[in-house]
């Protein structure tokens, strides 16, 4: 099984080439669209910002393979800003349309009172409603357990049952998603000791 981190000049790769090495796992690094049949799982890493990645992966030719390993049933996951980009469109800097995988917009952090900072930097906790209907095994890794967090957008999407939620101020904001095959972090499990670990390593072995 070979993992394929997207390389388009942003994310956090240092942190995750080290988690997979530390484990032994086969990886490489994409940057062209002939990359993509050799992978069995895909990871778009995060940091960096909306609109400068988006046009870093049309320019690399890579949205259409990104949408046709997900069309092929493969597993994929956006980490952070990876996550964002999955919507239809973002705000930062300017208006920029996404991959269009999960219908949603990615917007600013607006806390409530404005007491909390912006950007949301550090630990915070997941939790899952009633009707979330995530598999067992992430639930059990996520639920109520504290997670390592920077960003300043959060993505704004239809709330369903796919989804498992962290707070900030008054703000409550989507965490995690998974359908089918899509997943999606707005924490960075690679930053998130142990229990990121944890979740890394039940993504790699779907």
Known sequence: MKIGLINIGIGNLHSL??????NKNNYILIENEREFDRCDKII??????????IKQIENSFLKNSIKNHINKGKYI????????LFMDKGYENSINLGLGIIRGEVIKLDTNLNIKPIP???WNKVYSNHSSNIGDKFKTILENNFFYFAHSYYCNL????????TEYDQLRFVSFYNKD???GTQFHPEL?????YSFLKEFINL
């Open 17 to 22: 080439c080290k988690f997979l090495n530390y």
């Open 44 to 53: 778009i890493p995060g940091q960096g910002s909306f609109n400068y990645s």
């Open 77 to 84: 996951l956006g980490i952070c800003l990876g996550m964002q």
């Open 120 to 122: 949301h930097i550090g």
């Open 158 to 165: 239809e709330i369903d049952n796919n989804c498992m939620f």
């Open 181 to 183: 095959n899509v997943f």
């Open 192 to 196: 998130s000791g142990d229990t990121g």
